[in-house]
């Protein structure tokens, strides 16, 4: 990769652990003793650790795998991972996750747009996948304490406001992430030819889409989840 400056990697690093902790403080609300809990505290650290190895190996640096090697060995696996706890560990787990702590888990975000912004300036991914473009993720984080707020404040829990949160934030999840697959250099690129998504390939910035945005995604889903299908009141 061509040079960029040094705090760019350092904020987005502390910003993936960041995530993993929010991630981690839910899981301790949860209780740290069930199989779901254990199996994830396992599960994390391989995955951080594997991500990494790969990366810096330049496994994914193959642009003529079809699909990319980014998504059968990075993607992939974790919205896998995503979908089994989603469906069978519901009740035993999901159900057991503070939802205030998944609702702040969101201002990650604002972290995560900025980097994206800096990554651009530094010719590593397209002005389409930053605010300056038409990526508006950073919305979400910004949102994230005004939601806490407004969702709990009085000691109530007002699901109207936190599933109107949870479903917009979805929706800007999902444009960011269909622009970033589009612009990734490999047969089945759409997007950005001039400047396509390379910083997703190499260390640490393999960790967004591998990483940040699967716990993304889960806290959403985890609270439409909770909230849909949870007896009150939800916690």
Do not use: C
């Amino acid at each position: 990769m061509e040079a960029i400056p040094s705090y760019v990697p350092i904020v987005f690093i502390l910003k993936t652990f960041a995530t993993v902790g929010f991630l981690l403080r839910a899981v301790r609300r949860a209780g740290l003793h069930s199989f779901p809990s254990g199996l994830l505290l396992f599960l994390l650290p391989l995955w951080i650790i594997f991500q990494g190895t790969v990366a810096i190996g330049g496994v994914y640096e193959n642009f003529t795998s079809v699909p990319p090697r980014l998504v059968i060995f990075g993607i992939a696996p974790a919205i896998l991972v995503v979908i089994i706890y989603l469906i069978f560990f519901r009740p035993s787990f999901i159900e057991k996750l503070p939802i205030k702590t998944l609702t702040m888990l969101h201002i990650v975000r604002i972290p995560v747009e900025l980097t994206l912004y800096w990554l651009f300036i530094a010719g590593q991914v397209p002005e389409m996948m930053t605010f300056a473009g038409r990526n508006f993720d950073i919305l979400s984080g910004i949102a994230a304490p005004i939601v806490f707020w407004l969702a709990f404040r009085g000691g109530e829990t007002r699901r109207g406001v936190l599933i109107a949160f949870n479903v917009l934030g979805l929706l800007l999840l999902a444009n960011i992430v269909s622009i970033a697959a589009l612009s990734l250099p490999s047969p089945l690129q759409q997007l950005n030819f001039d400047q396509p998504n390379r910083a997703v390939l190499y260390f640490p910035y393999v960790w967004l889409p591998t990483l940040v945005v699967p716990i993304v995604l889960f806290a959403h889903l985890a609270s439409l989840v909770k909230l849909f299908l949870q007896k009150p009141p939800v916690r």
